[in-house]
């Protein structure tokens, strides 16, 4: 089907793009900003360890909640509830007093989690709503690359408003407020389904669900309550779900290369660490965006949606895998560079592995399946976050030896199961059973 006259959906994706942008703000300055507050408040590697682990937790249980409201409610109000609640306890990080930093650093974390885990959630299911299935991987390429925008401006923003020894480092959570706000603002004006939607044409309504069929499109069954007990015990479910434990090599790369740099090769400076990672990001832009059009080629070109998604995910896991000789080089562009085609490879994995999700379930069913597939991953980066807490402390540097080995051998052994649980992506239909 030709591209229709009208691109109001592509507004909306400026939304999502924005929305994620300011998210990996938020839980990026942690990352930036790990080294030099682990010097100020003598944190152990333990400690910090613990106080990502606080987020990670969050994050969890906020997934299974908020995608499950989310569905409930729809984007527009569960969205604007998510950034609400991440926005709020952001700022309250700022509000941490010396005496009490531990505790407070980890109850702040904590509910930086909450909110943050509804991003995801909300994002697949608007692009669900709004994009046909080819350009699904695409559109979430688009929006995912907002976590890398949001990445590579915390550590080229803190320098500017934190002093080199760490001081005025409070004024680094307050940096996204304000955006945050004006998002809100925008998002509850703008935003409406499209078949409600008074500024989308006819021909890009059709457009956008062409591919879908009639009780797709069916305002009251998209937003009808969906019992986890029902979504649980799919293959499709715990496929994604599985998946996402890739997110624990991601959740390492964020809020552990700083840390990285700085004992592995003496960067101390945050000027020094933010030049790192800002490169570190800039390339997993790129394999965000591009990954999502790789499928979109493949598609174009006439391969099944079984192929192309699977395919792209062979050639993102292929792109991970030299990560592993990160801990072995003595030179730390070396290591940044290995680390940077890793980061791109999992952003390019993670815009298809979403797009999964509306490749094989019904629009009311994709929150939630989201928000299950991340309690998974954020569970996955805690138990990361406590063997690296443990073992740095333990052994020393060569602990990261080993996180780097699984870090680049995991996502082929994922893929290999995804296609066995998965042999051919067969969707779901409203009743959850397979599409005749």
């Given at each position: ?5 009208g ?11 924005f929305a ?6 938020d ?10 507050l ?10 910090y ?28 109000l569960g ?14 990080h700022a509000a941490v007093?010396?005496?009490?930093a531990?505790?407070?650093f ?7 989690g ?9 994002a ?5 709503e709004?994009f046909p299935?080819k350009?699904?991987?695409?559109a ?6 907002g976590s890398?925008?949001?990445?590579v401006?915390?550590p080229?923003?803190i320098?500017?408003?934190?002093a080199?020894?760490?001081d ?12 945050s ?5 925008v ?10 939607h ?7 309504l059709?457009?956008i ?7 797709e499109?069916d ?7 969906l019992?986890?007990?029902?979504v649980?015990p799919?293959r499709?479910?715990w496929?994604?779900a ?16 700083g840390?990285?740099?700085k ?5 101390d400076?945050?000027?020094e660490l ?14 965000s ?7 979109k ?10 192929s ?5 995910l062979?050639i993102c ?7 592993s000789?990160?801990a ?6 070396i290591?940044?560079s290995l680390?940077?085609l890793?980061?791109?490879g999992?952003?390019a ?7 999964l999700v509306s490749?094989?379930?019904p ?6 399946v989201?928000?299950?597939g991340?309690?998974v991953?954020?569970?996955?980066g805690m ?8 073992g740095l ?7 990261y030896?080993?996180?780097?080995l699984?870090?680049?051998?995991l ?15 067969q969707?779901?239909?409203e009743n959850?059973?397979?599409?005749k």
């Open positions: 089907m030709e591209k229709p006259q691109n109001y959906r592509y507004r909306i994706l400026a939304m999502l793009f994620t942008t300011i998210n990996y703000m839980r990026s300055i942690m990352g930036v900003l790990g080294p030099t682990m010097e100020k408040f003598n944190w152990t590697n333990a400690d360890g613990y106080i990502n682990m606080a987020f990670k937790a969050a994050y969890a249980l906020g997934m299974l909640t908020m995608g499950g409201i989310i569905d409930r409610y729809g984007t527009r969205y604007t509830l998510s950034i609400a609640i991440w926005s709020v306890f952001g700022v309250l007093q010396p005496a009490f531990l505790v407070g980890i109850g702040a974390r904590f509910g930086l909450i909110g943050e885990a509804g991003n995801f959630p909300a697949v299911k608007t692009v669900a709004w299935k350009d699904r991987a695409f979430t390429g688009i929006f995912n690359a890398n925008v949001g990445a401006l915390a080229a923003i320098p500017l408003v934190v080199p020894n760490g005025n480092w409070q004024f680094a959570f307050l940096v996204t407020a304000s955006f706000a004006i998002w809100v603002a998002w509850l004006k703008i935003y409406k389904r499209p078949e409600e008074p500024k989308v044409s006819k021909e890009e059709d457009y669900l062409h591919d879908c069929k009639p009780s499109t305002a009251k069954k998209e937003t009808e309550k019992s986890w007990s029902r649980l799919l499709q479910t496929a994604f599985i998946g996402k434990i890739t997110d624990a090599v991601w959740f390492f790369f964020m809020f552990w290369s840390i990285f740099f004992q592995q090769f003496g960067l400076s945050i000027k933010g030049g790192a990672l800002v490169v570190i990001y800039i390339v997993a832009d790129f394999g965006i591009g990954g999502g059009y790789l499928s080629i493949f598609i174009n070109k006439g391969w099944t949606l079984n192309a998604r699977k395919i792209s062979l896991a292929l792109c991970i895998a030299p990560v000789l990160a072995l080089t003595s030179n730390v562009w290591a940044v680390i940077a890793a980061s791109g999992h952003q994995w993670s815009a298809n592995l979403f797009t490749d094989v379930m629009k009311k069913a994709i929150a939630s989201v928000g299950i991340g309690m991953g954020a569970i996955s138990v990361v976050d406590f063997a690296l807490g443990q402390d333990a052994t020393g540097n060569s602990f030896f080993w996180m780097f699984v870090a680049g051998m996502y082929l052994v994922i893929l290999l199961i995804i296609h066995l649980m998965l042999p051919k992506l969707p779901l239909n959850l059973e397979l599409a």
